[in-house]
């Protein structure tokens, strides 16, 4: 069985996708979550992980965090309601520690062994709002989720290994996320979306699902999942 780490498994995104994992059967699941966790399961396969990832540093991360991860997904989504005009420099810095570089640090120390075993699947996800410079109030969550599409040349490397690095840029999508967001008329939002409509977390879920278990082939690639935009 392949051991899976979900970060953020929390989000409404993560609930469908735990879901999905659970239905498969094949994995021996890791799920980190921040605050109240939205799913309760006997499964005996999942592992509840509690962490604030603004806690977390160089000394405790291998004591949190296993090393021999064959799949991590990184959902986290700290939202820090800032403009450009009036950000903080701290709540930047702290923005990008939790959605990006923690992260970056996790799927680091697992890349040696999913070399070795000719087997890794890494998601990290974006937002559309990196192509539009962010929404009025985002500026820290969207400057994070511009970091994850960088992709490290030794990552890159790592594809002869069957090791496979792709970002997901995430649209719209009808979550409890876009609650945090002050001033945000989701019904004008969405007018501007050529589908005309908000994916669901449970579409958002369904392809990331798909890129860890059937591709075979797509790797390095940011796959936006926008409606069109």
């Known amino acids: ?12 995104i993560g609930i469908q996708l735990l879901n999905n994992v659970i239905e498969d ?13 939205l799913k309760s399961s006997k499964h005996t396969n999942i592992k509840l992980i509690k962490k604030d990832l603004n806690l977390v540093n160089k000394k405790n991360l291998n004591k949190i965090f296993d090393n021999n991860y064959d799949v991590i997904i990184n959902l986290v989504g ?12 701290k709540e930047v810095q702290k923005t990008i520690l939790i959605n990006s570089l923690i992260p ?3 799927i680091r120390n697992s890349l040696k062994n999913m070399s070795k075993k000719k087997y890794g699947r890494i998601i990290n996800t974006s937002s559309i709002g990196t192509k539009f410079g ?5 500026f820290s969550y969207s400057i994070s989720k511009y ?10 490397k790592m594809s002869s290994n069957n090791v496979f690095y792709n970002t997901v840029r ?13 001033n945000k ?11 005309k409509k908000m994916a669901s977390a449970k579409d958002i879920a369904k392809y990331i699902f798909y890129l860890i278990t059937e591709n075979n082939f797509i790797t390095n690639e940011v796959l936006n999942i926008t409606g069109g935009e």
Do not use: C, W
Not at 1 to 12: E, R, T
Not at 78 to 89: H, I, K
């Open 104 to 106: 970056f640090m996790i």
């Open 185 to 195: 008329s989701l019904s004008k939002r969405v007018k501007l979306i050529p589908t």
């Open 134 to 138: 962010g929404g009025a109030n985002t």
């Open 78 to 89: 700290y939202v820090s309601n800032q403009s450009f005009s009036n950000f903080d420099l």
């Open 170 to 182: 995430i649209g719209v999508t009808d979550t409890k996320f876009h609650q945090k967001i002050k």
């Open 25 to 37: 059967g094949n994995f021996i699941i890791h799920v980190h979550y921040n605050k109240k966790f």
């Open 1 to 12: 069985m392949k051991k899976l780490l979900i970060l953020g498994g929390n989000s409404d």
């Open 147 to 156: 970091l994850n599409e960088f992709m490290p040349s030794e990552i890159k």
